[in-house]
């Protein structure tokens, strides 16, 4: 619909040529949702739908930095404790360990951290009593 509409049609009559032509050459056909019910219509109206609808579709979610690290920080633990090796899972808390101490020196915007580096060595010991391992060997 590139052309502009001439001065002497009215607008009504030139849009429904519009919409006649593109249906004649096919362009309406096949279109997603096609003959199906609009998503949502039963909802309340949400000025930011698409948003979250965009959000949806491509598994995206916004947290304010702060929530983002403390579940980054838990996802982390969750994964420490069930690594293969003490090797792996001391790795992973050496790694949240060190972004949480860079936020601790510089805060991030948000909510209150309220988070400190985990005690590596008692979260090996919770490991291995989980696992029902003993003291490591060295």
């Known amino acids: 619909m590139t052309e ?3 001065f002497d049609i009215p ?3 030139w849009v429904e040529r519009q919409i ?3 249906s004649e050459r ?3 056909d096949n279109l997603p949702g096609a003959g199906k019910p609009i998503p949502g219509l039963d909802r309340p ?3 930011m739908w698409w948003i979250k609808e965009k959000m949806r579709r491509e598994n995206l979610s916004y947290l304010p930095p702060t929530l983002m690290l403390r579940r ?3 996802d982390a633990l969750e994964a420490a404790l069930a690594a293969p090796s003490e090797a792996q899972a001391r790795r992973i808390l050496d790694d949240i360990n060190e972004v949480i101490r860079a936020v601790i020196r510089r805060p991030l915007s948000g ?3 309220n988070l400190a580096p985990f005690r590596i060595e008692r979260v090996l010991a919770e490991r291995r ?3 029902g391992e003993g003291e490591p060997t060295r």
Do not use: Q, V
Request: proline letters at 12%.
């Open 20 to 22: 006649r032509e593109a």
């Open 111 to 113: 909510p209150p951290l």
């Open 4 to 6: 502009r509409k001439p």
């Open 129 to 131: 009593a989980r696992r």
């Open 72 to 74: 980054e920080a838990t």
């Open 45 to 47: 109206h949400d000025e």
């Open 11 to 13: 607008f009504e009559t």
């Open 26 to 28: 096919g362009d309406f």
